[in-house]
């Protein structure tokens, strides 16, 4: 089994829709939790962070379920740059160090 | 700042040549990652290292790859003999220390052995 695991996608959405992505982690050690977005041919860059009791930065809410083992990300009002894959991140058990990526899900938003 | 920094950008080469990618971090960074992405693959994480001594590098693939850190400011990851099947964009990413902390990359080494 993997360590994370994602949809690949991909999800083609309208502008202004609403999707959301899970993800599934398999050490139920870990400790810290991240979404990540990477552009076509670029490096992938912080999205935010994953707190246990849920937060939301503007357009974006990420969400924890501990006991359940996922992790989600809700994009309320989808731009065309919105576009990319995400990729969700969990840091391998105790270890805080060890970041384990998921190997991401593709959003596609049309006009 | 001027993030990550790593070179070169694109790299072709023949099957069983060396190849030396090189990685400078953000000032002030404690920890340093290797990893390679592939479309089959995903990110891997590689090796990673916290004040220049490696922590764990059970990600390398075998004794081909090899990667140090003489200092704060500077890594490498070679290959030697590179194969075929090493082709992949390699990033690099460094990070403070400390629970909680995020990676910042560098704009990654796309590699191809032919």
């Known amino acids: 089994r993997k360590e994370v695991e994602q949809d690949p996608g991909p999800f083609n959405v309208p502008e202004g829709a609403t999707v959301a992505f899970n993800c599934t982690y398999s050490?139920?050690?870990?400790?810290?939790f991240f979404w990540y977005r990477q552009d076509c041919r670029k490096e992938p860059k912080l999205l935010m962070s994953?707190?246990?009791s849920g937060n939301e930065d503007g357009r974006f809410t990420a969400q924890l379920n501990r006991a359940s083992q996922y992790i989600s990300l809700l994009i309320r009002d989808s731009k065309l740059s919105d576009s990319a894959t995400y990729l969700c991140v969990v840091t391998r058990g105790y270890n805080t160090d060890k970041l384990i990526f998921g190997t991401g899900t593709r959003l596609q938003v049309f006009p | 700042d001027a993030g990550v920094i790593q070179s070169p950008r694109h790299e072709v080469t023949e099957m069983g040549q060396e190849v030396t990618l090189r990685c400078k971090p953000i000032s002030g960074h404690n920890s340093l990652f290797w990893y390679r992405q592939t479309m089959m693959r995903g990110l891997e994480l590689l090796i990673y290292f916290n004040n220049n001594v490696p922590i764990d590098d059970s990600g390398m693939p075998e004794d081909r790859f090899s990667a140090k850190m003489p200092n704060a400011s500077f890594s490498t990851l070679k290959i030697q003999p590179s194969e075929p099947r090493d082709s992949a964009v390699y990033f690099c990413?460094?990070?403070?220390?400390?629970?909680?902390?995020?990676?910042?990359f560098g704009s990654g080494t796309r590699l191809t052995v032919v």
């Open positions: 990413a460094s990070s403070l220390t400390g629970p909680g902390g995020s990676l910042t």
């Open positions: 050490n139920s050690a870990s400790q810290s």
């Open positions: 994953v707190y246990s």
